[in-house]
């Protein structure tokens, strides 16, 4: 099995990207992937019907989410993937983080209104018309409303950090983060981790403490991720013995850049995650 078949970060409706969850599979394997998982944020509404439209085309599926967490002050996220989606401990802090991202709507739609843009009509049809609130979202409507010309524009000008709509959420913490996924019987790895605005010393400090809380693996290589950052990850992977995963973190297929699959290589020198005993026999 080559590398570019497997993807092991994709995001369906049932958060923030553009494709229905049986669509997103289907999509996945004319782009060529094999082995896929579906890690939405803080959801695994999309599970059940991805994994039947896995099973109908014959695609090997694995059960995931996108956790958000903090450390120290600073949002990261953690990769579940072979998780359960049915054990409690896990629904609880799903139940937790969806009243969280509603108390942020709130919050993000009022900063809005008060910058002079459409919040609360953004945050009416967000909710209207998707399962999940995110600051994506409010990008795409503000996009749509013509308050902003793009998605970026949207992020620079109000919802990325520092900006008049940046509101900070009350995550649980990375070690809470990792051990919820572990309960759910699955394997917690760190996502796209150059993408943090971090020293050295402080990406080294998160990754061994992630490691500690029993994380397992590290998004070596991750969509829109340059050679320098695989070169960092690889690091951090051999200098913290974690397993090397790989995923697109793929939204959107207007996006032509970022397709499902389309991936760097793992270096030979990181272990796949794919050779854990949680995947099927055929990708050891």
């Known amino acids: 099995m080559m590398q570019g078949d497997i993807d092991l970060h994709l995001h369906s409706q049932s958060s923030d990207g553009r494709l229905e969850a049986g669509e997103l599979v289907r999509h996945a394997y004319r782009c060529g992937v094999r082995l896929m998982a579906l890690t939405d944020h803080d959801t695994t509404a999309g599970l059940a019907a991805a994994a039947a439209a896995a099973r109908q085309i014959g695609m090997d599926f694995v059960p995931g989410i996108e956790i ?4 120290r002050g600073r949002t990261v996220h953690v990769l579940g993937l072979g998780i359960d989606p049915e054990m409690a401990g896990l629904r609880d802090g799903i139940r937790r983080l969806g009243v969280e991202r509603e108390r942020r709507a709130d919050a993000i739609a009022v900063r809005l209104d008060a910058a002079g ?3 609360s009509e953004a945050l009416a049809h967000i909710r209207a018309t ?3 609130v995110t600051r994506t979202h409010f990008a795409r409507r503000l996009t749509e ?3 902003v010309r793009s998605l970026a524009e949207a992020f620079d000008r109000y919802l990325g950090c520092g900006r008049p709509a940046a509101v900070r959420s009350a995550w649980p913490d990375l070690a809470e983060a990792v051990a919820w996924v572990c309960a759910a019987g699955g394997i917690a790895a760190l996502a796209h981790p150059m993408r943090y605005t971090l020293s050295a010393g ?7 403490e992630f490691r500690d809380a029993g994380g397992r693996a590290i ?3 991750c969509g829109g991720g340059s050679a320098t950052h695989l070169q960092q990850a690889t690091l951090l992977a051999h200098r913290y013995a974690l397993y090397g995963s790989i995923g697109s973190d793929f939204h959107d297929p207007a ?3 970022n397709p499902p699959g389309r991936l ?3 270096p030979a020198s990181v272990r796949p995650i794919w050779t854990d005993t949680m995947f099927p026999a055929r990708f050891n």
């Open 68 to 71: 958000s967490a903090d450390w």
């Open 117 to 119: 843009a459409p919040g």
């Open 130 to 132: 998707a399962p999940m």
């Open 145 to 147: 409303l013509g308050a």
């Open 202 to 208: 402080a990406r080294r400090e998160m990754t061994g």
């Open 219 to 221: 998004e070596v290589v």
């Open 255 to 257: 996006v032509p850049w």
């Open 264 to 266: 760097a290589k793992l």
